[in-house]
Structure formats: structure tokens, C-alpha cells
């Protein structure tokens, strides 16, 4: 059986840390968090153990540890408070609130996913919620996925049947029929055949065929071959992953045993960032179950097939979530993005083959196989196949996760599904993508339908699918300054184009550079196209695409801002 992380590992010496972990596949991270656990910081004896043990030069370790944001290096560093200053906690007053907690060393952290909720804070593995005004409070139960009525949905379709999260509630709501299915009535060509009719694709941002990515897996030469759960979400406006990993973990554990079915592997891995200790617990309980229920483990369903799956724990960097980066983090490596190609199918975790999959394009697979490909293709509107949820919170009425047919108009989700902005306000911007897509406004909000080649029409794109809602209170020059600001702090560095142009463009939006404004927008585009034509990853080629809608959209804000002294802080 898998072993999982462990909420404590007080009781436990050096060396029975070490021997707890070195064996197992992808050791690196759980070694490093049950040290910090333990001790509340990583020592330098930790990590020269740890260096040690894993045969990692001790200076690469150094570097690969402090890229990480969460892991303290600092006696009772992992008990200062972690304060959320993602783009929707600025508008509530994230800022204030680390001020309020100033005595207690609190310091900012990027977006903790909870954009739908008061504004996160993390005291070591609790999770709490504070005001600005200091107060904190435990952390309320997670809100219920909205659920708009009539329309048919996929990955929602069974996440509020009641017990959902455990494998009894799982299977009273028809859990495990889709692997059972598959196991007993298809061969693995087939299943492949099945999720590439069904034109599923992949919900983490790139679109790619998922049919098409688990063929090349399952061509491809090398074992062990290995399916990857991404479930980094570091995309600020974005937590749809975490409420299907909450209210419904053994839809994406059943996804991945059905893709490993498909495609021939025998592990698996979901790599959880580290701002979910919750859904951490949660998951480990899911897995134990399904170890003891014979669903995870050697002969799955009594067949010769096995596959175990482990849960990885990543310690805070957007970058993360690109697959290359999540592949070099799971293997205790310094997570630099991966030139590609070769791309994973067929160079993936210990260079071998390896579908990297998103949660949601996950949990939408034992749907898909307990249906004929047609179902899925009839849930999008007109021409468009499937669904799609949408993580929208900000100057909305009823902020949270719609899984939305694809098609849908924009309009009809911001104002029928979520009710309209706040009273007495409008809309002024929506974001796409968190916030990698930029800004839609004016007449793109009323016209735009929630597909990918409409979002791209109107110069952005879907991404992800995180929407954060500005109203016509909110300063637009601060907002793209506070997204700029995070594409900065999370730029990996390996190129310089992005490295340096994210710097440049977040001076740029709070007040630097040239005061005239032609000067002023010919500098920020001579950086926007540097950076599109030569970044080496998506995070470079997103981020002008923040400061181009701006001008866009918003060219008073603009002009008053560069030729005026607008003020940059949000919050
Ligand atoms: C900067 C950056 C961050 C990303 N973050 C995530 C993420 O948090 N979750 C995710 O599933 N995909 C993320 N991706 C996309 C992944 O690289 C990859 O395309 C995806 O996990 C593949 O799964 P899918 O085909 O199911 O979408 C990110 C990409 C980039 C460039
Ligand atoms: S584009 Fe940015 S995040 Fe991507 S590899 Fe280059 S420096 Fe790193």
C-alpha cells in the first residue's frame, strides 16, 4: 500500500523520517514537510540529512528549498501568519489585515484559492479566516457548490449527493461504475477511443484532447508510466479544483485509475499545493479507502491490473502548475519549467512516460464512461461540446463554482447565475483565465460567450477559467498593477525576457517610466511583444496580456494614471 503524508510526525527521530520516506517514489517534498512539520522550520541539520539521504548536492537543495515561499527557514517560522493578498483579497482588505497582525510577523502570501470566502490566513497547517481589522477566526465550512438548476452537468453532476466525499457515499451515487465499466467491458484502446470521442479537453488551461495525450502515453516506450494529478491551482481567481477535490475526491481517484487503466501505468501522483491542508486530510482519508476497498493497490477489481497512487504536497510557487515544473518538483528538482520537446507523454516523471492531467478534466472521466461520447458533446450549447466550471468571485452578488454548458453567454452568468454586481454598483471588468487572460469590459461582457474561441476573439482567453469582477468602484490601473505584481513574485527567472519584463511592467503600472503618454505605451508594448515572442513558458507570454486589455479597455485610467498620480494599492 501507498503511504501518505501524515498530519504529525512529532514523535518521530531524524532517522525514522528518513527511512519513513527514502524509498518511496518522489521522496524530496514529504521529507522536507515532515521535518518542517516536526520542527516548525527546516535546520540546517534537516536539510544536510536530507541532502544526504537523497544524494542531492546540499547547494542545489538550498536553492530548490528557499524557491519554495512556504517552507520557514527560521526557528517557528511555519507558525507566522500567511496572509492571502490575491487579487479578490486586496478588494476586502488583505493589506490591512497583515498590518493588524504585524506583532505577530505576519507576511503576504499570492492567492490561496479561496477567493469565494473571507480572506484566508494560514497559522502552520490551520487554515483560518480573518478581517481586516485582525480578527481571525477558524475557517468556515467551505460554501456548497451553487447549483443554477436546470442545466445538465458533468463534474458536478453528483458533487452535492449527500456523503459524497466518502467511497460509501461515493458509490450509493454511482462512483466506481465508470472504472467498472471499463475494466469489465472495454479493453484500454477502447476507453481511449471512448474519452477521445467524447472530445474531452483538458480544464487546466491548454485545451489539449485528453484522448489524444493518453494515446501517446499509451504508445509510448518506457515503464513505469505514471499519471499526474494537477492539482497546484495557483492561478489567482481560480478554486474550482479544490471543491471537486473536497466534496468529491474519489471522482478524481477514479479518473486517474481509469486513465492508468488506458494507458498502462502503474503509479500515479496528485501534487496538491500547499494552501489546501484541508483537502490534504481529506484526500489521505479518500486513498486509505480506497487501498482497504481493494480500488487502489494490486489487483484492482480482482484483475491483473495495479496501481498505486501517492499524494505529493507541493510548498507554494505558481510556476508549479506548469506541468515541467511540477515534474521537476515532484522529482526533487529545482522546478524550472521543461523545454519542450520532448513533452511528457513520452518524457515525463523520472523521464518516462506520464499523462499530466488536470483535477477537473480528471473528475469529468467516470462521467464520461458511465455515458456515450454523444452525452458529453450534448451538454455545450449550439456547436460546443461539454462544460466547463467557472471559479467566479470579486463585486458579484453570489460568488462560486458554475459548471456553465460551453457557449453559455457571459452575461447570463454574471447577472441570472450570480446575481448582478452589488447594489447600486455595475460591472466595469471581468477577468479571464484568473488572471492570466487579462481583462474583458464594455461590450465584450455583453457579447462574449464562455467557449474559447469567443474569449479569444475579444483578445483573451478562457484558460482555466477563473473570473474575478471589478465594479465601476475599483481603480482598473491598480488592479492590472496588483496582477502584474504576482506574475513578478512568480516569474521562475529562468528567462530573462519574463524575469526582467514582469519587473519593468509592474514599475511601469505603479508609477515608473516615462510621463508622457505616447512614450509611455510605446515602452510597455516594445516589453508586452518581447515578452509574447520569447518567454519560454506560458506564465511570460500571459502576463502583458494584463497590461494590453488595460490600455484596451481603460485608456482614461490609463492616461490619468501615467500623466496624473493615481495611487497603485488596492485593499
Ligand atoms: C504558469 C502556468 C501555470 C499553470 N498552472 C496550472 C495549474 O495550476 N493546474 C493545471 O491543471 N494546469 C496548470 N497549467 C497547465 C499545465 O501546464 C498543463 O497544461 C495541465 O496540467 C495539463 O492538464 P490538462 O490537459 O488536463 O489541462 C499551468 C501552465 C502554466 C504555463
Ligand atoms: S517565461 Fe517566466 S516563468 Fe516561464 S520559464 Fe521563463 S522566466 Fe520562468
Same mark, same amino acid.
Given at each position: ?27 524530496l517534498?514529504?521529507?522536507l514537510?515532515?521535518f ?5 522550520y527546516l535546520s540546517e541539520a534537516a536539510l544536510h540529512l536530507i541532502a544526504q539521504?537523497l544524494?542531492i548536492p546540499l547547494a542545489d537543495l538550498y536553492g530548490t528549498v528557499t524557491f519554495y515561499?512556504?517552507f520557514a527557514r ?124 467524447? %472530445? ?24 513505469? %508510466? ?89 510548498a ?16 526533487g528538482k529545482h522546478p ?236
Amino acid at each position: 500500500m501507498a503511504a501518505f503524508i501524515t498530519a504529525s510526525h512529532t514523535i518521530l527521530t531524524d532517522q525514522q523520517i528518513i527511512g519513513r520516506w527514502q524509498q518511496e517514489p518522489a521522496p524530496l517534498l514529504p521529507l522536507l514537510h515532515a521535518f518542517h512539520n516536526r520542527d516548525g522550520y527546516l535546520s540546517e541539520a534537516a536539510l544536510h540529512l536530507i541532502a544526504q539521504a537523497l544524494r542531492i548536492p546540499l547547494a542545489d537543495l538550498y536553492g530548490t528549498v528557499t524557491f519554495y515561499h512556504h517552507f520557514a527557514r527560521e526557528q517557528g517560522g511555519q507558525q507566522t501568519p500567511r496572509v492571502c493578498t490575491g487579487p479578490v483579497c486586496c478588494l476586502r482588505g488583505g493589506h490591512a489585515l497583515i498590518a493588524a497582525l504585524q506583532a505577530q510577523g505576519a507576511t503576504a502570501m499570492p492567492c490561496a484559492g479561496r477567493c469565494d470566502e473571507p480572506i484566508p490566513v494560514l497559522i502552520g497547517n490551520r487554515y483560518l479566516v480573518g478581517q481586516p481589522d485582525g480578527t481571525l477566526v477558524e475557517a468556515p465550512t467551505p460554501l456548497p457548490v451553487p447549483n443554477p438548476g436546470s442545466i445538465e452537468e458533468c463534474v458536478f453532476a453528483d458533487i452535492r449527493q449527500p456523503g459524497r466525499a466518502t467511497l460509501a457515499g461515493y458509490r450509493a451515487s454511482g462512483g466506481y461504475t465508470g472504472l467498472t465499466r471499463a475494466m469489465t467491458q472495454m479493453t484500454p484502446m477502447d476507453v481511449i477511443d471512448h474519452i477521445r470521442d467524447s %472530445k474531452l479537453a483538458g480544464r487546466g488551461g491548454a485545451g489539449f484532447p485528453t484522448g489524444v495525450k493518453w494515446k501517446a502515453v499509451a504508445e509510448a516506450v518506457g515503464q513505469p %508510466k505514471s499519471i499526474v494529478c494537477n492539482a497546484d491551482e495557483g492561478e489567482p481567481g481560480c478554486f474550482k479544483d479544490r471543491a471537486v477535490l473536497d466534496y468529491d475526491p474519489f471522482a478524481v481517484i477514479e479518473g486517474m485509475t481509469i486513465a492508468a487503466y488506458a494507458t498502462g501505468a502503474t503509479r500515479g501522483f496528485i501534487y496538491l499545493r500547499y494552501e489546501y491542508p484541508h483537502t490534504l486530510q481529506t484526500l489521505e482519508t479518500a486513498l486509505q479507502e480506497a487501498y482497504a476497498a481493494g480500488l487502489l493497490g494490486r489487483q484492482i477489481l480482482g484483475q491483473d491490473f495495479h496501481f498505486d497512487l501517492y499524494v505529493r504536497r507541493g510548498a507554494g510557487a505558481y510556476i508549479c502548475g506548469e506541468e515541467g515544473s511540477l515534474l521537476n518538483s515532484l522529482e526533487g528538482k529545482h522546478p524550472f519549467p521543461r523545454n519542450r520537446p520532448p513533452f511528457p507523454v513520452t518524457h515525463g516523471f523520472e523521464n518516462l512516460p506520464t499523462a499530466v492531467n488536470n483535477v477537473e478534466t480528471l473528475a469529468s472521466v467516470p462521467q464520461i464512461l458511465r455515458h456515450e461520447p454523444a452525452w458529453y458533446h450534448a451538454l455545450g450549447l449550439g456547436d460546443h461540446v461539454g462544460t466547463k466550471v467557472i471559479s467566479l468571485s470579486g463585486d458579484v452578488k453570489r460568488p462560486g463554482n458554475y459548471e456553465v454548458p460551453f457557449g453559455l453567454p457571459l452575461k447570463t452568468l454574471l447577472y441570472e447565475w450570480a446575481g448582478g454586481p452589488l447594489p447600486g454598483r455595475i460591472f466595469q471588468a471581468v477577468t479571464m483565465a484568473g488572471i492570466s487572460g487579462g481583462f474583458l469590459a464594455g461590450e465584450a461582457l455583453e457579447t462574449a460567450t464562455i467557449d474559447e474561441p469567443s474569449i479569444r476573439s475579444k483578445g483573451s482567453m478562457l484558460g482555466a477559467a477563473g473570473m474575478i469582477v471589478f465594479d465601476d468602484s475599483r481603480d482598473m490601473v491598480a488592479a492590472a498593477h496588483n496582477a502584474m505584481e504576482f506574475f513578478a513574485h512568480e516569474s521562475c527567472g529562468k528567462c530573462f525576457p519574463c524575469r526582467i519584463g514582469t519587473q519593468r511592467l509592474t514599475e511601469r503600472l505603479n508609477g515608473a517610466g516615462p510621463t508622457d503618454l505616447t512614450s509611455w505605451l510605446a515602452e510597455v508594448n516594445d516589453l508586452s511583444q518581447t515578452m509574447k515572442a520569447v518567454s519560454a513558458c506560458g506564465l511570460g507570454v500571459a502576463a502583458p496580456l494584463v497590461v494590453e486589455s488595460l490600455v484596451r479597455f481603460f485608456p482614461e485610467q490609463v492616461k490619468q494614471h501615467v500623466t496624473g498620480d493615481s495611487c497603485c494599492v488596492i485593499g
